[in-house]
Nanobody, 115 residues
């Protein structure tokens, strides 16, 4: 099992920003794709953003223009910069790293957007 350690969640007011981090260990991170998912109470887990090993990004329509996913292969890490946060962004955010034959998930980090 490859541990993915997430950090950066918390409570923020609407319109605020947070940056989530996910650090992988024990795996060749640079050759794998990565993504962030979220799951709000009573809802299914949904994809938020993804980045391929080559750096190509993709975003859910609900976060386009507000969130940015990036990666630093020298630190085996993937990040999610979240700006202009809305109450509907409140959820547990999960990091996912996967290759052709494997897939790993982080433990999740809570993001709460509330005044």
């Amino acid at each position: 099992q490859v541990p993915l350690v997430e950090s950066g969640g918390g409570l923020v007011q609407p319109g605020g920003s947070l940056r989530l981090s996910c650090a992988a260990s024990g795996v060749r991170f640079s050759s794998r794709n990565a993504a962030w998912y979220r799951q709000a109470p009573g809802k299914q887990r949904e994809s938020v953003a993804s980045i391929t090993s080559g750096g190509r990004t993709n975003y859910a329509d609900t976060v386009k223009g507000r969130f940015a996913i990036s990666r630093d292969n020298t630190k085996n890490s993937v990040y999610l910069q979240m700006n202009a946060l809305k109450p509907e962004d409140t959820a547990v955010y999960y990091c996912n790293v996967w290759g052709s034959n494997d897939s790993y998930w982080g433990q999740g980090t809570q993001v709460t957007v509330s005044s």
